[in-house]
């Protein structure tokens, strides 16, 4: 039981993870690099 727990705990912290991961990467790039040139090309 407790380690399942600690799976499910795990897998939702990576899926959490990406998705920030991408969804911030985007607007980065389109804020950042439109404006102020930040060299991330």
């Known amino acids: 039981m407790l380690q399942e727990i600690i799976a499910f705990?795990?897998?939702?912290?990576?899926v959490g993870f990406l998705i920030k991961k991408y969804f911030f990467k985007k607007k980065k790039s389109a804020k950042d690099c439109g404006s102020d040139?930040?060299?991330?090309?």
């Open 9 to 14: 705990i795990i897998l939702a912290v990576a």
């Open 37 to 41: 040139d930040c060299g991330c090309h």
